[in-house]
Structure formats: C-alpha cells, structure tokens
C-alpha cells in the first residue's frame, strides 16, 4: 500500500491542512495529542476542506500532552490512544469517542534478519523489556524460530520517551502477557522503563532502532509500513504466528465487543481469532461537554462526521481499520449531548 506521511505529521511541531477554498474564509479547528492518528487526521482534513469549509491545524505531540492540551481548553479537541477514565471525563467535563483502528508494530535491527522473518510472543517481549532476555540468541527466542540463525547481539530495547498512546497500547499488551510486568511496570501513556533508551515520538524510536545493532522497538503500523522497518511476528491469542497486515489488524478488530464498555473505552489487545494481529487500538477525540465557542464544537463534530462518511478507504490506504457503522451511529447519538450543531 502506498500513501504519503510526512515527518511532520509525527513530529512536535504543527501541520495545517491547508484548505481547497479560500482560507479567509474557511473555519479552522485545532487538535493535538496523538501521534498514531495524525496521518489519517492528516489526510482527512487535506480531503475535507473543499466540502466542509473547515481547516485542520493538528499537533502530532503525543497523546499525554494532547489530554493535558484540552484539559486546558488549548485545543477544541484532545486525541489519545490511551481511553480517559470515566472519573476524569467527568472531572473535566470531556466526552470521548473513537475515530479509526490501528495496529502496534514491533520493530527490530537484528543483523542478517530479513521483515517478518523471526517470531517472539508477549512473554518474550515483556521478559526483554523487564531486563531478563539479554541476547538475540537467547535459548527462548531460539526455540520458538528453529531454522533462523539469530546472532548473539545484544538487544537493545527502545521506547517512547514522550507521554505516548502508543507506549499505553504496548504496554497494556505486556500486562496482558506477564504477570511480572503488570506488577512492576503497568499500562500507562509514560511508565518507569527497567530498561532500555528512550527516543521521542514514532520517529525516534525509528530511528534508534536502525542506528543500534540489536534494536527492538514498537511504532504504530502506518509509520512502520511507510518507513519499511523490519518487523517481526507475533503470537496471538489462539496461539498463532502472524505477521502485522491489514488483514491481521482487520481480525482484531473484527472481534471487538463495544456493546459492554462506557465511554467507548474498549481494550483491543489481544483480541481472539487465528489470524489477529494481537497489539491493537481505536485512536480516540477528546471534546469538551462546556466548549467555550459552540461554533467551533460543530466544526469538530462536522469534520469528524466526513471523515467516518466518507473517509473509510482513505483509512484503509493507511492501514487503519474504520470503525463499524454501528458505531459510528453511536458516536453521532453521543454527540447530541455536547453543544454545538452541525
């Protein structure tokens, strides 16, 4: 699949999409927060502009500053791949709802290895993350890809350094793989790494990885796929080897249950089925229930909207999932209690 992300869209500096109409008159919007959903955020807009009247400016700066972001009223919406707590949307006054599905890719640097072609399952992950697997040829890894011949490098995990939704789904994952884990680390947007070199945003961790012999990281699937890092295959829930493909995270996917969370905060990790990917998320949009400018709590809404009429194939091109349609009908229910019409 071939799209076009720009360094940008995952960087800490603003992207504007800039509009098909005349910018003078055309209503712009701000956002901030998540890194793994500025490309499909990004192209959205660039689609939008000329049916809506309405001019994306979006900060790729992580999902833990984008809550902080709107929790100040900065932005007219937040967007976070971690789902805030029912407490705290209530404490500041927030609704939340999905926008697309992704997938959390692992990636590595591992001398001779080609993409997809060695195997680790979330145990192994975590056990490398936690400090207990040290070596590339460690007797776990080598038992479960006979044939591969795996150096004695040693591994150099790399993580977020920045409040990331991306390190909240990987995170979330390990805990769902060891008990150690949940215990020592947890799931959080930023944890207390045992070990390991943090990098900042998806390129950093990218580009830590490919500098270091023996780097393992994770970056959400649309950067690994435009960038070509080496990734490798995961052990799933039914206890099977896939590789991350669009038709891995379309399984996950598949699987979810939205009919038994709140505030549309479901957890895709894991998820059962012989070919799902097992690393997954919705990406989600943080919108005030008091906006201060109504007209401006329209235009998210009116933005969104496009995006889930008409923006399903310009996900798919990004190896995001679109949601179901009963969601989306959800998510338009769920609107009606913010001010603000369409």
Do not use: C
């Amino acid at each position: 699949m071939k799209f076009v992300v720009t360094a940008v869209a995952f960087g800490l500096v603003a992207f504007t999409v800039a509009a098909h109409t005349n910018q003078a008159q055309a209503q712009q919007i701000t956002g901030a927060g998540s890194s793994f959903a500025a490309p499909i955020y990004s192209k959205w807009g660039e689609a939008s502009s000329a049916a809506t009247g309405i001019q994306l400016n979006y900060q790729a700066v992580g999902s833990g500053a984008g809550i902080n972001q709107i929790n100040n009223r900065t932005v007219d919406f937040g967007a976070s791949d971690m789902p805030v707590p029912a407490d705290k949307l209530t404490e500041h006054k927030l609704m939340q709802f999905p926008t697309v599905i992704g997938g959390v890719d692992i990636i590595v640097n591992i001398p001779g290895i080609k993409p997809n072609e060695v195997k680790l399952t979330g145990p192994i992950l975590a056990d490398i993350y936690l400090g207990n697997i040290t070596k590339w040829n460690d007797k776990a890894i080598e038992a479960i890809n006979p044939g591969v011949k795996l150096p004695s490098t040693a591994i150099a995990p790399v993580h977020r350094a920045d409040g990331s939704g991306t390190t909240f789904v990987f995170t979330d994952y390990l805990g769902t793989q060891s008990p150690e884990w949940k215990s020592k680390v947890g799931a959080s947007t930023s944890v207390s790494w045992p070990v390991g070199t943090g990098a900042k945003g998806s390129d950093g961790v990218a580009g830590t990885v490919r500098q270091i012999p023996g780097g393992i990281g994770y970056d959400e699937a649309a950067y690994a796929e435009q960038n070509h890092l080496t990734t490798v295959m995961m052990r799933n829930f039914a206890g099977k080897f896939v590789a991350p493909t669009m038709a891995a995270f379309e399984s996950s996917a598949a699987s979810a249950d939205w009919s038994k969370v709140q505030n549309f905060a479901i957890d895709l990790n894991d998820q059962p089925g012989a070919g799902s990917w097992p690393i997954e998320s919705a990406t989600f949009v943080l919108l005030p229930t008091d906006p201060k400018d109504e007209k401006q709590s329209a235009a998210v809404k009116k933005f969104f909207d496009w995006g889930f009429t008409h923006g399903s194939d310009i996900a798919k091109s990004l190896l995001y999932i679109p949601l179901p349609s009963s969601v989306h009908d959800a998510i338009r229910a769920a609107w009606k209690t913010v001010p603000g019409t369409m």
